[in-house]
């Protein structure tokens, strides 16, 4: 009788299966329509009464299966409350029209967990048993000039200025990468790295002491480079320089004589083969996300009456937020603020903060007000600076107040950046070329591809003559059908023109773009106090729901009766019924936003942990020709377990730096929609999971192979969705407006 039941029943199963794959039906999921009414009518006609109940078994197993997805593996989460209060705060003093997006929102999520968020200070520090007050007091004996090497440039009275890295020669670019190298090495820049992670989260972000606070650091690393040789100072990166450029990714700062690749693992350069505590390596992302600090970026700091408006908190963008911008740029190891500090790019983009708060304050009087913020105790003037040493020069313990005074300032000179005009088109160094943008002259970074191709210009440029030697190869090959026999002809025509410095108006080599918008995404696949370990991640699947941008214009036509029309043949205005359902608005880009003439278009997908230090980004390509398009792509998020579910802000945004709206699955009746929600969610290891142990079973878990016909996509299993629809507003006002 046991084995008649239990062969009706796997009948019954294998029936129930079959059903379930002419639908295209995973074995552990039900259709996300299903009509709970139609299915009890189908089991009242059953006849049999065996046959009634082993259908009955299952359809409550189906139903069970059902309440468990229904319980959100993944569900969503309320945004912390002082992150929300930020976003909120943000956007209703600032135009969406006009303050990107992507920027706004990054700088609440830096602010957050900076303050509040998980962070490395439980790690322990291997091989280290120093303390924090070991580090002070020998920072104290640096700025103290109790260290031999400092000492004899203060003898000789000598003032070293610091430069725009460019503007060093390459002797002293090489004298500032060993004496780095020596600082890595003898764990004396690594000590640095401690004491900024431990101290500025309270002492210096997201307040006033942020700038004062920095000049300090910026000098203690100066006197440790200087400890293992007087004669280098610290250059800044003036990413104005990059900015001015068709394609910043090319630039000559990503090569080996100075700042080492871009993109990927850092390898060359001057901090290249740094890792971190645990092993580590610099990881870079050049371009993926943020933006570079721009001329335009400049002149609103310059044109800012007040420092209130500069520094923290503020509703405006600030020398801060702007600076933000930058570390999500380059990406990677810049992106997660304590595992920053270890590329030597990260010092190099301060110390153009401080020449630019030195602007500042040159063009207002040079003016040393503090400014007072309230609910920043910590950071109020007199408050002594955490952990900072004795200072002689001082008398004192630094206060917040002291790091805007003029005795800290003296210590430091800079040059100023490079610049060139109509009749000097010389920027001072062969790594720079003159560019005219909107009417006036511009110092632009060479592109590292067509360098030997700039160099004699730029030697023109400096005055007097060149002569270029031009030489027309023209190839002919002719292959016969014995391909061991090649044939080539070279005629070489020989041609020489001298260039007079008054004969160059402009030195600029337009760069090409690149069709498929960069390199793929490196993640370090850290997770808090670990060494990168991608076994730690689960990878969730995300759709992108995209509608095409207002400015997006293509050469594609429809003639009617020989007549072109002023769109497209994809653009939704040609097209009554869609005109009225898409119609994007027009929120503001990044200064770089550039589009693809075949219509690729790339949207970033970022995880930021909310429950566990780390970040995964990656992206998915749209067509940006079509009204509206749907493409499925990954995110990573640490593994939960057991016992602990992961909390996790899932966030995207296009490439030009605006934001698509989140989107969570919610059952209304007996549909399944994507509504209006916060972004953040927490993942559980409840059955049936809806993440993937790995990237390919991510992918898995929204498509099904059977046997010889076509994968089947099967979106039940993914739980969040973005929406970019380019509305003009903000939006954060309408997640969890929606009751689950």
């Not at 200025?161 to 690594?190: H, P, V």
Request: glycine share 6%.
């Amino acid at each position: 009788m046991v084995k008649e039941v239990e062969t009706r029943k796997s009948k019954a199963e294998n029936a129930m299966s079959k059903k379930r794959k002419r639908e295209g039906l995973h074995e552990d999921h039900i259709p996300l329509n299903i009509n709970r009414q139609h299915e009890h009518s189908s089991l009242e006609r059953r006849g049999d009464k065996k046959w009634s109940f082993t259908m009955l078994c299952l359809h409550i197993w189906l139903l069970l299966s059902f309440v468990s997805l229904g319980r959100c593996l993944i569900e969503e989460i309320q945004l912390p409350p002082s992150l929300k209060d930020c976003l909120m705060m943000k956007s209703k003093y600032q135009d969406v029209t006009k303050s990107p997006s992507e920027s706004v929102c990054n700088n609440c999520i830096t602010r957050f967990l900076w303050k509040e968020g998980p962070n490395l200070q439980k790690c322990d520090h291997p091989n280290d048993n120093i303390t924090v007050s070991d580090i002070s007091n020998y920072f104290g004996k640096l700025l103290n000039d109790e260290i031999a090497g400092k000492q004899k440039n203060r003898q000789t009275g000598r003032v070293l200025f610091r430069k725009e890295i460019r503007m060093l020669t390459r002797g002293e670019r090489l004298r500032l990468q060993r004496a780095w190298l020596k600082a890595y090495k003898s764990g004396y820049f690594g000590w640095l790295v401690r004491f900024h992670n431990d101290n500025s989260r309270n002492a210096a972000q997201s307040g006033p002491a942020f700038p004062g606070y920095y000049r300090f650091l910026l000098l203690i690393l100066e006197r440790i480079l200087q400890s293992f040789d007087p004669e280098v100072s610290l250059p800044y990166w003036d990413t104005t320089v990059e900015s001015n450029m068709d394609k910043p990714e090319n630039s000559i700062l990503w090569n080996n004589e100075y700042l080492g690749e871009i993109n990927g693992f850092v390898n060359t350069g001057i901090c290249g083969g740094f890792r971190d505590l645990r092993g580590n390596k610099i990881i870079r992302n050049g371009g993926n996300g943020g933006a570079l600090f721009t001329h335009t970026n400049l002149t609103y700091v310059l044109n800012k009456q007040t420092i209130d408006d500069l520094v923290e908190d503020s509703n405006y963008d600030t020398m801060e937020s702007l600076h933000g911008n930058v570390h999500n740029y380059i990406g990677g190891t810049m992106s997660l603020l304590e595992l920053a500090p270890w590329d030597c790019v990260f010092w190099f983009q301060h110390a153009y903060i401080d020449y630019t708060w030195e602007l500042w304050r040159y063009t207002h009087g040079y003016n040393i007000a503090y400014p007072f913020k309230p609910n920043k105790r910590v950071q109020e003037a007199e408050v002594p600076m955490e952990n900072m040493p004795y200072v002689e020069f001082l008398g004192r313990i630094p206060t917040n107040l002291d790091g805007y005074g003029q005795q800290l300032a003296s210590m430091t000179q800079y040059q100023m950046s490079p610049t060139c005009s109509q009749h000097n088109l010389y920027c001072g160094s062969h790594d720079l070329q003159c560019r005219r943008i909107d009417g006036s002259f511009r110092c632009t970074a060479v592109d590292r591809i067509f360098r030997s191709s700039v160099a004699p210009y730029l030697k023109a440029a400096q005055g007097g003559k060149v002569k270029l030697n031009l030489d027309d190869h023209q190839e002919g090959r002719r292959t016969k059908r014995d391909t061991t026999n090649i044939h080539q002809t070279i005629i070489k025509n020989s041609l020489s023109i001298v260039i007079q410095s008054t004969e160059i108006t402009n030195i600029y080599f337009p760069q090409e773009h690149e069709p498929c918008m960069g390199k793929p995404i490196q993640n370090n696949f850290v997770a808090g106090c670990s060494k990168a370990d991608v076994k730690r991640w689960a990878f969730i699947p995300i759709k992108v729901v995209h509608l095409r941008p207002k400015e997006a214009h293509f050469t594609s036509q429809s003639e009617i009766n020989g007549h072109k029309n002023r769109y497209d043949m994809y653009d939704e205005h040609k097209y009554n019924h869609l005109k009225n359902l898409v119609h994007p608005g027009n929120p503001a880009t990044y200064y770089d936003c550039q589009e693809d003439e075949s219509g690729a278009f790339k949207v970033r997908l970022k995880s930021t942990g909310l429950s566990y230090f780390g970040a995964y980004t990656d992206y998915v390509f749209v067509d940006n020709r079509l009204p509206i398009s749907s493409h499925i792509g990954y995110i990573a998020v640490e593994k939960p377990t057991s016992y602990t579910p992961t909390e996790a802000l899932i966030t995207a945004s296009d490439a030009c730096g605006r934001l698509c709206k989140p989107r969570c699955r919610q059952w209304v009746g007996d549909k399944l929609y994507y509504v209006p929600c916060s972004g953040a969610i927490r993942v559980t290891q409840q059955s049936p999971l809806m993440y993937g142990n790995d990237f390919g079973d991510g992918v898995l878990s929204i498509w099904e192979f059977n046997d010889d016909f076509t994968p089947i996509e099967n979106e039940s299993n993914i739980f969040i969705e973005f929406f970019c629809d380019y509305s003009n507003e903000w939006m954060w006002k309408q997640s969890n407006t929606h009751k689950r």
